[in-house]
T-cell receptor, first 112, second 114 residues
Framework: LAKTTQPISMDSYEGQEVNITCSHN???????ITWYQQFPSQGPRFIIQ???TKVTNEVASLFIPADRKSSTLSLPRVSLSDTAVYYC?????????????FGGGTRVLVKP | EAQVTQNPRYLITVTGKKLTVTCSQN?????MSWYRQDPGLGLRQIYY???????DKGDVPEGYKVSRKEKRNFPLILESPSPNQTSLYFC?????????????FGEGSRLTVL
């Protein structure tokens, strides 16, 4: 079971790029890395997922080095509405008996 | 609209009074799970179900029960609630064979046990 470690919090300013790194030293071969965003009083929402190298979508990029022991979520040009908690999740739902364990989350505060 | 629906959204109860938090999804997902969220502890998995009649313990199952008699429903049962079960609970679901790890979450149920 891959345990994940993330920074507890980070501050940024509008228009800057925010990079959040998640450590997952014992990631399994079949595990994927998924990031979620959570606003207060709401359930987490899927942002991006990857297996290796780089993945980009309309809201974020995910960088995964060759050894896959860490990953970095990159939020380009953040706005105030990006203030939220971001969770890294490592696992593979397709595997029977696979628990999905979230990290502690990183609280991102975007300042004007 | 595709969604995961939890009820109740808010509940205050007393120690020992059995309660059930319902979770229903309309996306035909095989996988469903329950999480609790406490300040400073992130999301911890309570139970999960890979399909109908298949359930298994997560990281913090003590004091909880679940059942999966139908694909769309996955109720969380607190037989004898205690104050340490005061928490924010989330239900989530997903396709097992699709994007691995893409969970769809409900809006949460805030439970207070006095």
């Amino acid at each position: 079971l891959a345990k994940t470690t993330q920074p507890i919090s980070m501050d940024s300013y509008e228009g800057q790029e925010v990079n959040i790194t998640c450590s997952h030293n014992n990631i399994a071969t079949n595990d994927y890395i998924t990031w979620y965003q959570q606003f207060p009083s709401q359930g987490p929402r899927f942002i991006i997922q990857g297996y290796k190298t780089k993945v980009t979508n309309e809201v974020a990029s995910l960088f995964i080095p060759a050894d896959r022991k860490s990953s970095t979520l990159s939020l380009p040009r953040v706005s105030l509405s990006d203030t939220a908690v971001y969770y890294c999740l490592v696992g593979d739902l397709r595997a029977a008996g696979n628990k999905l364990t979230f990290g502690g989350g990183t609280r991102v505060l975007v300042k004007p | 609209e595709a969604q995961v629906t939890q009820n109740p959204r808010y509940l205050i109860t007393v120690t020992g009074k059995k309660l059930t938090v319902t979770c229903s999804q309309n996306m035909n997902h095989e996988y469903m799970s329950w999480y609790r969220q406490d300040p400073g502890l992130g999301l911890r998995q309570i139970y999960y179900s890979m399909n109908v009649e298949v359930t298994d313990k997560g990281d913090v199952p003590e004091g909880y029960k679940v059942s999966r008699k139908e694909k769309r429903n996955f109720p969380l049962i607190l037989e004898s609630p205690s104050p340490n079960q005061t928490s924010l609970y989330f239900c989530a679901s997903s396709f097992r064979t699709a994007v691995p790890g893409e969970l769809f979450f409900g809006e949460g149920s805030r439970l207070t046990v006095l």
